[in-house]
């Protein structure tokens, strides 16, 4: 059974800080991308950033040159680093992954978090 747990959610002051990690635990023979999305009421679920094996990455719009995504396959976590936080940013954050479950198989899952709150505000 995997499973995502999200933590460092919670409230910042506009133009902070704030630092988001997920870990997955359970029977994972490896992941491939590991990411974050985020959705705020009456939005749309969006991509935030993702990261693959290799450490390319890839981030939304809204986020570029504010946000950093990195992964440690050793303990298989993903961080995001928030900076210069925005109200716009205050959302629900999902964190995302793609494990490999079936090592025989070379099968893939999609797994999801619970989600987590950020709170950006003035």
């Known amino acids: 059974q995997v499973r995502l747990v999200e933590s460092g959610g919670g409230f910042v002051q506009l133009g902070g800080s704030l630092t988001l990690s997920c870990k997955a635990t359970?029977?994972?023979?490896?992941?491939?991308?590991m990411g974050w999305y985020r959705q705020a009421p009456g939005q749309e679920r969006e991509l935030v950033a993702r990261?693959?094996?290799?450490?390319?990455?890839n981030n939304g719009d809204s986020v570029k040159g504010r946000f950093t995504i990195t992964r440690d396959d050793a303990k298989n976590t993903v961080s995001l680093q928030m900076n210069s936080l925005k109200s716009e940013d205050t959302a629900i954050y999902y964190c995302?992954?793609?494990?490999?479950?079936?090592?025989?198989?070379?099968?893939?899952?999609?797994?999801w978090g619970q989600g987590i709150q950020v709170t950006v505000s003035s």
């Open positions: 359970g029977s994972i023979f490896g992941t491939s991308v």
């Open positions: 995302h992954a793609r494990i490999l479950t079936d090592r025989k198989l070379h099968y893939f899952s999609d797994f």
């Open positions: 990261i693959v094996t290799h450490g390319s990455t």
